[in-house]
């Protein structure tokens, strides 16, 4: 599997996310030509645009299309292909809790620098950028925090994996940081690295787990809802529909009310 490849692609999707969710609602009429020549009106644009597969980790650049507010609700009514997910989650927390770490280089989300200033940089598909490995696990700490608003209501109990998150790998990560920020106060010797070097490999089924549970599991349907203006945007055959109201198909939205009202009060 290409990493690489899948960081530019997660890249480029924050970049037309973030861009498409806040462009102005009138950008395409000023040129209509522009609509009769690709036969795109604004809402099949937004749409098609907004084509991102629905995972966990889009909960750290979704925001709200009215307020902006940030970060949002989330609740699962169903993951996608739920006949086998059962066995591919099992698959990784086995793997978690056997402490093994994926096989070779290429198969595994981390990516791991040594700088000339004995520093450890550190870039996964949750953290992009080589971040010193102090700043990353803070980061990753707050992206922890998200899964705070995560509920799941579906027939298979994500609750299990979301649990090993918000649980065990936090309290794990934060010890991590927190022997790091020890040694750190210390010179940077060639032995303080060697010891980063050593919390770092401990902590990667932790690291692992994280990335690939939050970045490879889709969801199918859902609901995504704003703490502050209490609206509500679905999530439809894995896409999520960030969409303001003038946009937003009346119909589509009763239909997934009608499919839903017994589990979600919308």
């Not at 009429?29 to 795109?40: A, T, W």
């Not at 004995?118 to 925090?145: A, C, G, M, R, S």
Request: glycine share 0%.
């Amino acid at each position: 599997m290409n990493y690489e490849l899948i960081s530019f692609n997660k890249t480029i999707s924050q970049f037309l996310f973030l861009f498409f969710l806040f462009i102005p609602n009138n950008f395409f009429k000023i040129k209509p030509k522009f609509d009769l020549i690709f036969s795109y009106n604004t809402k099949f644009l937004r749409n098609s645009l907004f084509s991102l597969l629905m995972k966990l980790w889009l909960l750290e650049i979704l925001a709200c299309p009215i307020d902006k507010s940030y970060p949002l609700e989330l609740t699962i009514f169903k993951w996608k292909d739920e006949e086998n997910i059962d066995d591919r989650i099992n698959q990784l927390i086995e793997m978690y809790k056997n402490k093994q770490v994926l096989p070779p280089k290429s198969e595994t989300p981390l990516h791991l620098e040594i700088r000339d200033d004995n520093i450890l940089y550190i870039n996964d598909f949750l953290v992009l950028k080589p971040t010193p490995i102090n700043v990353y696990l803070q980061e990753l700490n707050i992206k922890l925090v998200e899964l705070d608003l995560v509920h799941d209501l579906s027939q298979w109990k994500g609750e299990i994996a979301i649990k090993i998150c918000k649980e065990t790998i936090k309290e794990n990560l934060e010890q991590a940081l927190r022997k790091i920020n020890k040694l750190s106060k210390a010179n940077n010797t060639k032995a303080d690295s060697d010891e980063i070097l050593k919390i770092y490999e401990s902590i990667i089924p932790d690291l692992e787990f994280l990335n690939l549970f939050k970045y490879n599991i889709e969801i199918d349907e859902a609901v995504i809802k704003c703490p502050k203006c209490n609206r509500w945007f679905p999530v439809f055959e894995t896409i999520p529909q960030m969409l303001p109201d003038e946009v937003r198909n009346s119909e589509s939205d009763q239909k997934f009310k009608e499919k839903w009202k017994s589990k979600f009060n919308f």
